[in-house]
């Protein structure tokens, strides 16, 4: 199993640029969600998905849109990225089987906005 | 604004030494986790209280909650060189279902 895969691991894009972060994860959990996290502010949830074809806002979802292609897949878009976007983003996925409640990371996205 | 918020935000001890952290949270939960961050990688799950239990062990890991009081900790026992990271508590909301990270205590273990 890759667990929680993310691509890509870094990109630099202009302000006024759109681009799709994508995320998949093996797992075959219901659960998908998208962290951004900033230098002392810990991680900020963006978006989440709760099953396939179901989306929510979570903390700071302005600027973002998001996709749950299927139950393995779940991308996030900026339409037009803004230098306040520049950060780390996170994807995870969420088991509740047997007991445990735990999330999954992937390795992160490095993004910069200049 | 979060629901989980850590203190100490830093914190530097001596190998061997305890290290313990908070958290706080402030809406019902249906159970409290604590998350470990290596400098520029993804988190790890640590261990997970639910809210029916006060107290739980892991190895050199030990949490308590404290629900009257919307608030955890974390104690490391015997800290090493390599528990140094940043830790997170995260709370599952008992309303809606995500969970939510607080901004992380910066654990250093000098060796």
């Known amino acids: 199993n890759a667990g929680v895969t993310q691509t890509p691991k870094f990109q630099v894009l202009k302000t006024g640029q759109s681009m799709t972060l994508q995320c998949a994860q093996d797992?075959?959990?219901?659960?998908m969600y998208w962290y951004r996290q900033d230098p002392g502010m810990g991680l900020r949830l963006i978006y989440y998905?709760?099953?396939?074809?179901?989306?929510d806002k979570g903390e700071v979802p302005n600027g973002y849109n998001v996709s749950r292609l299927n139950k393995r897949e779940f991308s996030l878009r900026l339409e037009s990225a803004a230098p306040s976007q520049t950060s780390v983003y996170f994807c995870?996925?969420?088991?509740?089987?047997?007991?445990?409640?735990?999330?999954?990371f992937g390795p992160g996205t490095r993004l910069t906005v200049l | 604004s979060q629901q989980g918020e850590e203190d100490p935000q830093a914190l530097s001890i001596q190998e061997g030494e305890n290290a313990t952290m908070n958290c706080s949270y402030k809406?019902?939960?249906?159970?409290l986790q604590w998350y470990r961050q290596n400098s520029g990688r993804g988190l790890v799950h640590l261990i997970l209280?639910?809210?029916?239990?006060r107290e739980k062990h892991s190895g050199r890991l030990r949490v308590t909650l404290d629900t009257s009081k919307k608030s955890s900790s974390l104690l490391i026992t015997a800290s090493r060189a390599a528990d140094t990271a940043s830790y997170f508590c995260?709370?599952?909301?008992?309303?809606?279902?995500?969970?939510?990270f607080g901004p992380g205590t910066s654990l250093s273990v000098i060796p």
């Open positions: 797992m075959n959990h219901n659960s």
């Open positions: 998905s709760a099953s396939e074809g179901t989306t």
């Open positions: 809406t019902s939960i249906n159970n």
């Open positions: 995870a996925s969420h088991s509740q089987r047997g007991g445990r409640d735990t999330q999954y």
């Open positions: 209280i639910r809210s029916n239990e």
């Open positions: 995260a709370t599952h909301e008992t309303s809606y279902d995500k969970v939510i």
